[in-house]
């Protein structure tokens, strides 16, 4: 099926894709990877009127040692994540997850964050994130907030 029509943006920071969120509202609808979004909009099971494209955001991206924490980017892939040495060396269990997440197309385009956000309970990412007691950080209207993601996630 092809997707109802909607307007697209993509912002290159965090500050204007939430301005951009809280301009459309409900009628709006995030994009990382696209890995569940782009099924359910070819099915017409949802049509917003705008998609937010995270993709050039690239303050999103990328791994980094911030200490006492490996900081993952929401925007980075799942093959990235899998192969960092960093991932490797202090959250071994998400390299081993990552080869049993979907195929090799999904690895490459699907996106972490993404992933964490749809929180879908069968996925790898959630699970990991739990039993690792992970911190989510996420950004809205409010500004930025932690979460654990044992709380994040409900279901």
Request: include cysteine.
């Amino acid at each position: 099926m092809i997707p109802a029509q909607f307007d697209y943006m993509a912002p290159t920071s965090v500050e204007d894709a939430l301005a951009a969120l809280a301009e459309h509202g409900d009628d709006a609808k995030i994009i990382a990877g696209g890995q569940s979004l782009l099924p359910v909009l070819r099915m017409r099971l949802n049509a917003p009127e705008m998609i937010i494209d995270l993709g050039r955001i690239e303050s999103l991206r990328g791994i980094r040692d911030d200490g006492d924490a490996i900081v993952i980017g929401a925007m980075t892939p799942h093959a990235v994540v899998g192969s960092d040495p960093l991932v490797a060396e202090h959250a071994a269990l998400i390299s081993r997850a990552v080869e049993h997440l979907a195929d090799a197309q999904i690895r490459h385009r699907g996106t972490f964050g993404g992933a964490l956000a749809y929180a879908d309970p069968a996925a790898e990412w959630p699970a990991c994130a739990v039993a690792l007691d992970a911190t989510l950080v996420i950004a809205g209207a409010k500004g930025e907030r932690r979460v654990k993601a044992g709380d994040f996630f409900q279901g």
